[in-house]
């Protein structure tokens, strides 16, 4: 779509939204750039954002036992190994991503790197220390990687990451879904504490449990 038909559309969800108050519309994306991408076409006022997080850590525990519960091709070994497991453990490796929860009771794994979504994850980032990317490479991907490990709040300042490595070095990282930028939202409750400035972290707690990996691996 060219930008004459995009700025047509938005003039026109302005007006039916705003002007006419004739009905809502909302945009879902997973981009982290749309809204600075929307900021540039509408005023602030003519719209809100509302950023949809992972569940909190009390949350996902209680949507693990409830998982557990339901899973009905487990065992009684197994049913009963993961209601009294540490929820610490299956929280490190799935965050409060309920889709990575569910993995994490079908496999039943102590150990991240067995653990099939940090597999994938290692899979995916691999190319990110390998000098695949155009503006960074193997040196500036584990410094990345390293500060966020070893962040107690798993993100950290959008603002300080560009001026220690350049925008145009996170805004690939970013692109490549190395790292994920977060707006400031009042609505999600997933990173504590909650932001008053965009952040980044990993694309999910799988992915930050690869790049402990790799910093292991490489960093000494």
């Not at 952040?199 to 490489?218: D, G, H």
Request: with cysteine; hydrophobic share 40%; proline share 4%.
């Amino acid at each position: 779509m060219h930008d004459g038909a995009i700025g047509a559309f938005l003039n026109f969800a302005i007006r039916v939204t705003t002007q006419e108050q004739k009905m809502h519309i909302i945009f879902t994306t997973s981009d982290s750039f749309f809204e600075s991408w929307l900021q540039e076409r509408i005023n602030s006022p003519h719209f809100d954002t509302l950023v949809l997080g992972d569940l909190a850590h009390e949350e996902a525990n209680k949507y693990f036992l409830h998982a557990v519960v339901n899973k009905t091709k487990l065992s009684e070994e197994t049913r009963n190994l993961l209601e009294s497991v540490d929820f610490n453990i299956p929280f490190k490796m799935t965050g409060g991503r309920m889709v990575f929860i569910k993995k994490y009771v079908q496999q039943v794994h102590e150990s991240a790197m067995r653990f099939r979504p940090v597999q994938l994850a290692y899979t995916v980032i691999q190319g990110n220390f390998l000098g695949r990317a155009k503006t960074f490479g193997k040196k500036e991907a584990l410094a990345v990687s390293e500060l966020l490990v070893n962040s107690s709040c798993g993100y950290t300042s959008y603002h300080r990451l560009v001026e220690q490595f350049g925008g145009a070095v996170v805004e690939e990282m970013v692109q490549r879904n190395f790292l994920h930028l977060c707006p400031v939202s009042e609505f999600s409750r997933d990173l504590i504490p909650s932001p008053s400035e965009p952040v980044v972290t990993a694309q999910s707690e799988p992915a930050l449990r690869a790049m402990e990996a790799f910093v292991n691996k490489f960093v000494k």
